[in-house]
């Protein structure tokens, strides 16, 4: 596998994979599998990637990512299509594709129109299965809009995370509660509402966490995407992090009393205790961690 920061530009690709490649999953990684050292990604951008908006593709699959605006190529014919790429990367020899892929004006050129127009090696990899699901970015943005992460993480091939800069929350989760950090999270796909036990990560350490995702129904109200850190030796000040998904705990609900509600998190911090000591998809050690909410949770 090429390490990406060598930045590889288009003059330097000999093959490439086509694709949407959001949520860059286990299907995804068997079309990289067949690019070799000098492959990249051909990425039509839609602006609906959520899972792994925009060029977070490039940081999972570790390949450039050379996005094409699905608006500006979508009147092409499948051979212009592909003469386009020809242009773009001179020393084109090799195209990875899906089983069921499509392309050209209307989506009328398949992977056998492919084989005919290019006259270079192609590559098309089968549908891949897991656990007897297919999978599919559709499918894991389901699961994901369901709650349903451990389904989604298995499909995908590691812990769905998202990404935000910390803002200034309501303020009374470390006065009278617990402290959080409060995201602001824009591209992604947000799990269902409620409680999860997740892994933050703040700069190059990852800390054992437990998120909040919904409406502060037994305060202001108001919407939030809040999590906090299980110790108390993890950075009081940050400025982005991100939040890796591990397991759904609870539904978001409300409570009469702010001492209910305390109550409550001293059970969901337990819950997320258990769940964030565990190996990662891949069978790695636990990334370190510290294992140690606010008022919405």
């Known amino acids: 596998m090429p390490n990406f920061s060598t930045l590889l530009t288009k003059d330097n690709i000999t093959a490439v994979a086509i694709g949407h490649f959001d949520g860059v999953h286990r299907g995804h990684k068997q079309l990289l599998k067949q690019l070799g050292e000098f492959g990249g990604l051909v990425v039509i951008d839609k602006n609906k990637a959520n899972i792994t908006p925009k060029l977070k593709r490039a940081e999972y699959s570790n390949y450039p990512c050379f996005l094409y605006d699905f608006e500006s190529i979508k009147g092409l014919s499948g051979e212009e299509f592909i003469a386009l790429l020809k ?26 129109d492919l084989k005919r127009i290019f006259d270079g090696e192609v590559v098309v990899v089968d549908e891949v299965c897991y656990d007897g699901m297919g999978v599919h970015s559709s499918a894991i943005r389901e699961l994901i809009r369901q709650g349903n992460i451990e389904e989604a993480n ?14 200034k929350g309501q303020g009374i989760g470390a006065k009278e509660l617990v402290a959080t950090l409060n995201l602001d999270v824009k591209n992604y796909l947000l799990p269902k509402d409620g409680v999860y036990a997740t892994r933050t990560r703040i700069g190059s350490y990852t800390y054992g966490s437990v998120t909040f995702i919904g409406n502060r ?20 000040v940050a400025k982005h992090v991100a939040v890796c998904f591990i397991k759904r705990l609870r539904d978001n609900k409300k409570f009469d009393t702010l001492e209910e509600l305390k109550e409550q998190i001293k059970c969901d911090i337990n819950g997320a205790r258990a769940c964030v000591g565990v190996c990662d998809l891949f069978g790695n050690e636990t990334m370190r961690y510290f294992d140690g909410y606010g008022a919405g949770i």
């Open 217 to 236: 129904l037994s305060t202001d109200g108001n919407f939030s995407v809040e999590t906090h850190i299980l110790d108390e030796v993890a950075p009081k």
């Open 87 to 112: 242009r773009d990367f001179k020393n084109l020899k090799k195209i990875v594709v899906g089983f069921d892929f499509r392309f050209g004006r209307n989506r009328a050129w398949d992977k056998h």
């Open 154 to 167: 298995r499909l995908i091939g590691r812990e769905y995370s998202i990404e935000g800069n910390v803002i």
